[in-house]
T-cell receptor, first 109, second 111 residues
Framework: DAKTTQPPSMDCAEGRAANLPCNHS???????VYWYRQIHSQGPQYIIH???NNETNEMASLIITEDRKSSTLILPHATLRDTAVYYC??????????FGKGTRLHILP | DAGVIQSPRHEVTEMGQEVTLRCKPI?????LFWYRQTMMRGLELLIY????????DSGMPEDRFSAKMPNASFSTLKIQPSEPRDSAVYFC?????????FGDGTRLSIL
């Protein structure tokens, strides 16, 4: 049980911002939200993580709601190479990440 | 900077044969994870190690599966005997504290 909910698929036009939502309404206070992506036939790749503050790195931004029940991953200027399955996950106290089915993001030229 | 290295990249064998998958984690990482990915079940955690010690093997499907980590730089996942339903992509990942780094996987086909 991944304990996160994501839409199965999304489309985004190339050059536009891709906003991927995730619901994690049962998250506990010490659990981090992690985002990974998997490009076809490769292993998952770490993108970003956060606890309660918004985070930004060279790949993406992570916006976590104040109640921590949901978050949004933002790819500011999507390119065709961002086409992948995006996983929103939680790191629990047992150090295990349970992957759900993710969101299949299609970047349209 | 070498990432997680898995071998072989592809394996095709007949059912009943023993299969051994290998993983070299990133140097200095103290956690190692084995995952299996199929279309039906997605990405499943099979087992993970901390400092070479198995911590949780609850995801290992049955006794035909075994995993070892004899030292900090090497781990194996063995299936004996193999069955067609074991066909999948097997990923190894390593981490230091929390961010996992994945290898490119081994695509296993059991005929």
């Amino acid at each position: 049980d991944a304990k996160t909910t994501q839409p199965p698929s999304m489309d985004c036009a190339e050059g536009r911002a891709a906003n991927l939502p995730c619901n994690h309404s049962t998250i506990s206070g010490n659990e981090y939200v992690y985002w990974y992506r998997q490009i076809h036939s490769q292993g998952p790749q770490y993108i970003i993580h956060g606890l309660k503050n918004n985070e930004t790195n060279e790949m993406a931004s992570l916006i976590i709601t104040e109640d921590r029940k949901s978050s949004t991953l933002i790819l500011p200027h999507a390119t065709l190479r961002d086409t992948a399955v995006y996983y929103c996950t939680r790191l629990n106290r047992d150090d295990k990440i349970i992957f759900g089915k993710g969101t299949r993001l299609h970047i349209l030229p | 900077d070498a990432g997680v290295i898995q071998s072989p990249r592809h394996e095709v064998t007949e059912m009943g044969q023993e299969v051994t998958l290998r993983c070299k984690p990133i140097s200095g990482h103290d956690y190692l994870f084995w995952y299996r990915q199929t279309m039906m079940r997605g990405l499943e955690l099979l087992i993970y190690f901390n400092n070479n010690v198995p911590i949780d093997d609850s995801g290992m499907p049955e006794d035909r599966f075994s995993a070892k980590m004899p030292n900090a730089s090497f781990s194996t996942l063995k299936i004996q005997p193999s069955e067609p339903r074991d066909s999948a992509v097997y990923f190894c990942a390593s981490s230091l504290k929390d961010t996992q780094h994945f290898g490119d996987g081994t695509r296993l086909s059991i005929l």
